[in-house]
Nanobody, 130 residues
Framework: QSQLVESGGGLVQPGGSLRLSCSVS????????IGWFRQAPGKEREGVSC????????NYADSVRGRFTISRDIAKNTVYLQMNSLKPEDTAVYYC???????????????????????WGQGTQVTVSS
């Protein structure tokens, strides 16, 4: 059974850092792209970052580029999102998702969310506040 479980969320002050983990089971990271998405109160779910199944391609939302880094550990079947220089605007529930796609490409837009990512985790809360 395919499953994704997020962890690592919590309360952090502006300028602080958190590392989110996405542990996957029932499939291999070699065959699936993984994306991180977030949803703030009153807002639609938006793409944050993704890594293709080959590991060769990563994408970042403009709002997080230079601050967030996505990575993966094949042996541990885990994808990470390192978040630095956090801002209050980063406050949201963060989800990871998996799906089949081109081995050297991954998407973050609404169509990718709708059609490409088949499995979703339950989400982890990230709150950035003084």
């Amino acid at each position: 059974q395919s499953q994704l479980v997020e962890s690592g969320g919590g309360l952090v002050q502006p300028g602080g850092s958190l590392r989110l983990s996405c542990s996957v089971s029932g499939f291999t990271l070699d065959a699936n792209g993984i994306g991180w998405f977030r949803q703030a109160p009153g807002k639609e779910r938006e793409g944050v970052s993704c890594i293709s199944s080959s590991g060769r391609s990563t994408n970042y939302a403009d709002s997080v580029r230079g601050r967030f880094t996505i990575s993966r550990d094949i042996a541990k079947n885990t994808v990470y999102l390192q978040m630095n220089s956090l801002k209050p605007e980063d406050t949201a529930v963060y989800y990871c998702a998996a799906g089949y796609d081109h081995p050297n490409a991954c998407g973050l837009g609404p169509k990718s969310i709708r059609d490409k990512y088949n499995y979703w985790g339950q989400g982890t809360q990230v709150t950035v506040s003084s």
